[in-house]
């Protein structure tokens, strides 16, 4: 098999796996009315192709990446399963994971499928999973966790603000369709996009413009000041020192 033949399969295979992927994944929509509007403005998201009779969550605005969210596990025992709810929601589809410590015996889940199922480290896990809708996540085990103190370590991404409450919005029992209305938070002017996901990590977003709001975002913080005046110094010095020399070469 020559070069270019090798090159025309490769694109192939590459183009197919790319239809067959947004025909399983891809498929999910949803529309705002209207799609400008100002904080406490009503509106209306539907959406379709979700996961039939289930639940959707909405979130708005910039994806905020959290690290090291500590969720110890009271009082475990049997063999679970062993739960715990993030702080925010709803969660970004691939990218949440956990370490779990088991009485300093430890375990790694990874959301590498963006489905809902986790994959782990670990030979005891039974069933670990992530609820993007919800922030719930766990796992069970094949052996008892009586008397052991458990803590699980979350890191994950979700939206700025929460359109919808912890137990989503229901989709239609045959579709996987729904509407729902919402209200336009206390966020800045611009266009930001509106996400939607369901507990299979389907994921559809629609952009929405913000006008006449008074919201002034959070000022830098000193580190984040520091580090851009360093930036800035950085850059003058380096500007200053080529005009130095350019003027030293045409002197000479």
Known sequence: MNRKVCIVFVSLFLLGFAISSSLVRGASYIELTPTTGEPGDSVTVEGTDFEANSTVGIGMGPEITVTGELHPIPNPSGTGPF??????????????????????????YYDTYANGTLATTSTYAVDPFVNYVTGEFGRSSNTAWDGYVVTFTANYTYYQFALTSAAGEPTDVSSGAFSVGVTVPDIWNGTEPVTAVDRLGNTAVSDFVTTGSDFVPEPLTIGAIVLLSSVALVVSFYWLRKKSTNKMVKHN
């Not at 715990?84 to 790694?108: E, N, Q, W």
């Open 83 to 108: 739960t715990a709810v993030t702080l925010h929601y709803p969660i970004k589809p691939g990218s949440f994971s956990f370490h779990c410590d088991v009485s300093d015996v430890t375990s790694d």
